[in-house]
């Protein structure tokens, strides 16, 4: 959520922000309309209050003094009492409205975000590991795991529905060593850890900004609960309603939890394997900060140094893009990917999203911390993946693989799985 102030004074800044984001752009004067209005319906509700305080005073004094009120006074406070029931029903659905439509306003992107459509407006910023040579045709991860007993999705469709899997033996002990080492590494960085909630209640993702625009693509409960697809919104979402003290920033924070997404619009996109799933793992990483965005910067470029140096103690080749208009959240300032390479798939995949957003989503969940200098101001959040499974453990499978079809451990992995090879 935007400042009102903000909006007024930035309005067609914003609807090029909602064209770029491929948004529709008329919110913005929806909007300055009905809080035109909602001005408006204020100051004639306040004057009605006031008058009707007045009224009641002088009722109450004449009263006092042994007196009866006068008849033109009951009537003028009949007026007002009548005025009033008319207007206030009027105003609170204006202000119903107001909410709404303030929601639906976009972030707008950073200066140096590049403008595009969809992904093809997406830019390299570079590009990282030595791609691996093999004397044999790669197999794709599926084929490999499968082989190994690492993985089992013909039971798992049966069982769960299109893109269920199991992993299972050695596949399982993969992903909980690749969850152990990222938790460890952001341990090191001085994140505090977490088991994050993956049931959260839905103005927890109004406030992170995955509603409005992403609701369709979270499961809901008959409870009006919803399953999140990252720990991010719990995280996010930790300090909300509260006042923090400048001297306890930065927060950070890192979770781990299940995470589920419906994947829609997703049909008939990678059906094989594990690399698009309803269910999976992941650790992620929140930082909460001052509200510089200078300041904010440096923590999303040292955020996606975490992520970087994961892949990069664990050998895989990498490439990193920074994200254009069209291709990023409606809430998201600027955003990274982290494509992975894939060799079975002679192709970059996508690992890793971190993202800062500013006040955006701390507005909306009312999350503020005191100054130094005595003012209340918003704190700024980030977000970025540090590990997500079996997405990943199907990158490390498919670059590890020998010729013989057994998958050589990464070795900053093999003292947690307690072996160098699985075969």
Same mark, same amino acid.
């Given at each position: 959520?935007?400042?009102?102030?903000?909006?007024?004074?930035?309005?067609?800044?914003?609807?090029?922000?909602?064209?770029?984001?491929?948004?529709? &752009?008329?919110? *913005?004067?929806?909007?300055? %309309?009905?809080?035109? /209005?909602?001005?408006? @319906?204020?100051? =004639?509700?306040? !004057? $009605?209050?006031?008058?009707?305080?007045?009224?009641?005073?002088?009722?109450?004094?004449?009263?006092?003094?042994?007196?009866?009120?006068? &008849?033109?006074? *009951?009537?003028?406070?009949? %007026?007002?009492?009548? /005025?009033?029931?008319? @207007?206030?029903? =009027?105003?609170? !659905? $204006?202000?119903?409205?107001?909410?709404?439509?303030?929601?639906?306003?976009?972030?707008?992107?950073?200066?140096?975000?590049?403008?595009? &459509?969809?992904?093809?407006?997406?830019?390299?910023?570079?590009?990282?590991?030595?791609?691996?040579?093999?004397?044999?045709?790669?197999?794709?991860?599926?084929?490999?795991?499968?082989?190994?007993?690492?993985?089992?999705?013909?039971?798992?469709?049966?069982?769960?529905?299109?893109?269920?899997?199991?992993?299972?033996?050695?596949?399982?002990?993969?992903?909980?060593?690749?969850?152990?080492?990222?938790?460890?590494?952001?341990?090191?960085?001085?994140?505090?850890?977490?088991?994050?909630?993956?049931?959260?209640?839905?103005?927890?993702?109004?406030?992170?900004?995955?509603?409005?625009?992403?609701?369709?693509?979270?499961?809901?409960?008959?409870?009006?609960?919803?399953?999140?697809?990252?720990?991010?919104?719990?995280?996010?979402?930790?300090?909300?309603?509260?006042?923090?003290?400048?001297?306890?920033?930065?927060?950070?924070?890192?979770?781990?939890?299940?995470?589920?997404?419906?994947?829609?619009?997703?049909?008939?996109?990678?059906?094989?394997?594990?690399?698009?799933?309803?269910?999976?793992?992941?650790?992620?990483?929140?930082?909460?900060?001052?509200?510089?965005?200078?300041?904010?910067?440096?923590?999303?470029?040292?955020?996606?140094?975490?992520?970087?140096?994961?892949?990069?103690?664990?050998?895989?080749?990498?490439?990193?893009?920074?994200?254009?208009?069209?291709?990023?959240?409606?809430?998201?300032?600027?955003?990274?990917?982290?494509?992975?390479?894939?060799?079975?798939?002679?192709?970059?995949?996508?690992?890793?999203?971190?993202?800062?957003?500013?006040?955006?989503?701390?507005?909306?969940?009312?999350?503020?911390?005191?100054?130094?200098?005595?003012?209340?101001?918003?704190?700024?959040?980030?977000?970025?993946?540090?590990?997500?499974?079996?997405?990943?453990?199907?990158?490390?499978?498919?670059?590890?693989?020998?010729?013989?079809?057994?998958?050589?451990?990464?070795?900053?992995?093999?003292?947690?799985?307690?072996?160098?090879?699985?075969?």
């Amino acid at each position: 959520m935007l400042d009102i102030n903000y909006i007024r004074d930035h309005a067609d800044q914003l609807k090029q922000a909602c064209q770029d984001k491929q948004l529709d &752009a008329q919110v *913005v004067d929806q909007l300055l %309309k009905v809080d035109e /209005q909602r001005r408006e @319906l204020i100051t =004639q509700v306040q !004057e $009605l209050r006031s008058q009707a305080n007045n009224n009641a005073d002088e009722v109450k004094k004449q009263v006092s003094e042994g007196g009866k009120p006068a &008849a033109e006074l *009951v009537a003028k406070g009949k %007026k007002i009492k009548d /005025q009033l029931k008319q @207007l206030e029903p =009027q105003l609170r !659905e $204006l202000e119903e409205n107001f909410t709404q439509l303030m929601l639906a306003i976009p972030n707008p992107p950073a200066d140096d975000v590049p403008v595009g &459509a969809d992904e093809s407006g997406n830019q390299v910023a570079r590009t990282e590991g030595q791609l691996p040579k093999f004397d044999f045709e790669p197999k794709q991860h599926h084929e490999l795991m499968e082989s190994l007993d690492m993985l089992d999705t013909e039971r798992g469709v049966k069982i769960a529905g299109f893109r269920g899997y199991f992993l299972k033996n050695d596949g399982l002990l993969l992903e909980r060593a690749l969850m152990d080492y990222a938790l460890d590494l952001m341990v090191k960085h001085g994140f505090t850890p977490m088991n994050a909630p993956v049931l959260v209640n839905q103005e927890m993702l109004v406030g992170t900004g995955y509603f409005p625009w992403g609701k369709e693509d979270h499961y809901v409960t008959q409870d009006g609960t919803y399953l999140t697809g990252t720990s991010e919104v719990a995280l996010t979402a930790y300090h909300a309603g509260e006042t923090l003290a400048e001297k306890d920033l930065p927060i950070k924070l890192t979770g781990i939890s299940p995470c589920f997404r419906r994947e829609v619009g997703s049909y008939g996109k990678d059906t094989q394997g594990v690399i698009r799933v309803h269910q999976f793992n992941k650790v992620e990483q929140v930082v909460y900060t001052v509200a510089d965005e200078a300041e904010t910067r440096k923590w999303h470029d040292q955020m996606l140094g975490f992520s970087e140096e994961l892949l990069q103690g664990l050998g895989l080749p990498y490439q990193v893009l920074l994200m254009c208009t069209g291709d990023m959240g409606a809430g998201q300032r600027k955003k990274y990917d982290v494509e992975t390479w894939f060799p079975a798939q002679d192709k970059y995949r996508e690992t890793h999203s971190a993202s800062y957003f500013n006040d955006f989503q701390s507005r909306r969940l009312n999350i503020r911390y005191q100054a130094q200098d005595g003012s209340l101001k918003y704190v700024y959040t980030l977000n970025n993946t540090v590990a997500a499974s079996p997405r990943l453990v199907a990158a490390i499978v498919e670059n590890y693989q020998q010729a013989d079809g057994s998958i050589a451990v990464p070795e900053v992995l093999q003292k947690y799985l307690g072996k160098e090879k699985i075969d």
